[in-house]
């Protein structure tokens, strides 16, 4: 997942495409974000994974199952391209298909529970669209600011003796 962010952002930079870049940087934000929270709580819960010990997915046994962090990434991922270019049609498709075919593939290899994956997915899923939200909520206060932000103006001295440099905030 993270080089698919890295590529969109480097991409997005080399073509100046603005929307891909900021894509590519959000994705790795909410990337970076729900690993950080998924192994917070893999370390938390310990759960065995479905082929260890007695099946059972004890929780506190040692494990690392809960939750998913394969689900977690996939559907963070799959939010912020879906939010980002939700106005094409097939985006949100084809990455929420892929966010669930990844957590799907989790269960049927027995690396983890449902629920595993669907609490994985429910993280990645949210803090996706915080980040994004977020993001667009800054951009937005922003632009409702940007006749009332100062705009620093560098002007240099008028003694040719002095080497200073004045600066002057203007609104």
Do not use: C
Request: glycine share 10%; hydrophobic share 45%.
């Amino acid at each position: 997942m993270f080089p698919a962010a890295g590529i969109s952002l480097a991409l997005g930079a080399v073509t100046h495409n603005e929307k891909l870049e900021e894509t590519g940087a959000l994705a790795l934000q909410a990337l970076v974000n729900a690993d950080i929270v998924a192994n917070v709580l893999k370390v938390s819960a310990r759960r065995a994974r479905p082929g260890d010990g007695d099946h059972g997915g004890h929780f506190e046994a040692g494990g690392s199952s809960f939750p998913s962090g394969h689900s977690t990434q996939a559907w963070a991922l799959a939010t912020v391209l879906a939010t980002e270019y939700g106005d094409h049609k097939w985006i949100p498709y084809v990455s929420y298909g892929y966010a669930t075919l990844v957590s799907v593939s989790r269960v049927m290899a027995q690396e983890h529970f449902t629920s595993d994956v669907f609490v994985g997915g429910a993280i990645g899923f949210f803090i996706g669209r915080y980040v994004v939200r977020t993001q667009h909520a800054h951009q937005q206060h922003l632009h409702s600011l940007g006749a009332h932000l100062p705009v620093p103006q560098i002007l240099p001295s008028f003694s040719p003796m002095e080497k200073v440099i004045a600066i002057r905030w203007s609104y």
